[in-house]
């Protein structure tokens, strides 16, 4: 995918407050890239710079290498899908689909024939003639998506769009708007603090916290190799171990915890003392580990039923609290405040930097 949108050195400041700090960021054409992170890292406030919404205090945003840091938001040819819809409610849904069109002076025959390909398109025939309140959540928020789309932008920025439907209207959608990106090749920004939601759609990931990016990778990348404490543990539920002692030896970083050799393939930045391990690659049961595993002692904390998986908190003996995920037979015998081992392979370790 070629550069479509580039952003250097943006920073932002309300007052006192610096949301966003020295942002740089490259957006690929066509590609679906979300910015995840927690409440208040950034991620809405760059995507309102982005927009032409907001101004930044320092930086600069270029489009196809032209500066559009100052160019106004209705100049940018850039959609918007919001959080609320923000419908008009006394307009049928053929009409709201038609407004952007109609406000760009298209022409009648084509602003209808645009409207019906995008009803078409978000799955929403027979319903063109309804206003938003006789639709349910999931129907209006085709409806936004729809008349973000019919003018072709450029870019289509979304911001929070699912948080307001229910779990499983927002899995249905989440398929219906990855098939939208990929049929029109528009690019796609999507804002989100749910970590399943990012995996699920995402070419690229830029994770957000404190006012910055701190990694932007795939999502197969960002969950296996995560740059640091703070990545591993916002995506995606995850084991950390603080070893004591962590030397490089052979190839690989030995460290000791609760007593326990701890092994772990040694990375390009060193022996950092903090071992990541995903809940998937964890066993829980009641003899030690085998050759090529590590494994320490930990008590049964919790017992969590999921259906088809039971989710295991355990405590070992420093306080550290870990997790393991196990099909729901497998669960049945181990017992509240029960000690058993926790084992993985040394190769589904990683080392991870301090900081």
Request: negative net charge; charged residues 25%; contains cysteine.
């Amino acid at each position: 995918m070629t550069s479509h949108i580039e952003m250097v050195g943006v920073q932002k400041t309300f007052g006192a407050f610096h949301a966003l700090k020295g942002v740089d960021l490259d957006i690929r054409r066509g590609e679906f890239l979300t910015f995840l992170g927690p409440s208040g890292s950034g991620k809405t406030t760059l995507l309102m710079v982005l927009a032409g919404f907001e101004t930044p205090t320092a930086g600069t945003v270029t489009k196809d290498g032209a500066d559009i840091t100052g160019v106004s938001a209705d100049r940018r040819n850039f959609g918007m899908v919001f959080q609320g819809y923000a419908l008009f409610p006394h307009m049928s849904v053929a009409d709201n689909i038609a407004f952007p069109l109609k406000i760009r002076g298209v022409a009648k025959r084509e602003r209808d024939a645009r409207v019906a390909e995008m009803i078409e398109l978000v799955g929403l025939t027979n319903h063109q003639a309804k206003r938003p309140q006789a639709l349910s959540g999931g129907q209006q928020q085709r409806v936004a998506l729809a008349r973000a789309l019919v003018f072709k932008p450029e870019l289509l920025l979304l911001d929070e769009p699912l948080s307001a439907l229910d779990k499983n209207m927002r899995e249905q959608l989440q398929f219906e708007l990855k098939e939208v990106h990929r049929k029109t090749g528009t690019t796609f920004v999507f804002v989100t603090h749910d970590q399943n939601e990012a995996l699920a759609l995402s070419d690229r990931i830029a994770i957000f916290n404190n006012g910055g990016i701190v990694q932007v990778d795939t999502p197969e990348q960002l969950y296996a190799a995560p740059r640091d404490r703070f990545t591993a543990e916002f995506l995606g539920s995850i084991n950390i171990f603080e070893l004591d002692n962590p030397r490089q030896l052979d190839g690989f970083v030995v460290g000791d915890f609760c007593g326990q050799k701890i092994i772990a393939p040694a990375p390009d930045g060193g022996a950092s003392p903090l071992l990541s391990v995903r809940p998937e690659f964890v066993d829980v049961r009641k003899i030690g580990p085998d050759a090529g595993e590590n494994g320490v002692e930990a008590f049964v904390r919790e017992k969590v039923y999921q259906g088809g998986n039971t989710l295991l908190k355990l405590v070992a003996a420093n306080g550290t609290e870990l997790t393991a995920i196990r099909h729901a037979g497998q669960a049945s015998d181990m017992e509240h405040g029960e000690t058993l081992w926790v084992t993985w392979p040394r190769m589904r370790g990683r080392i991870i930097p301090e900081n």
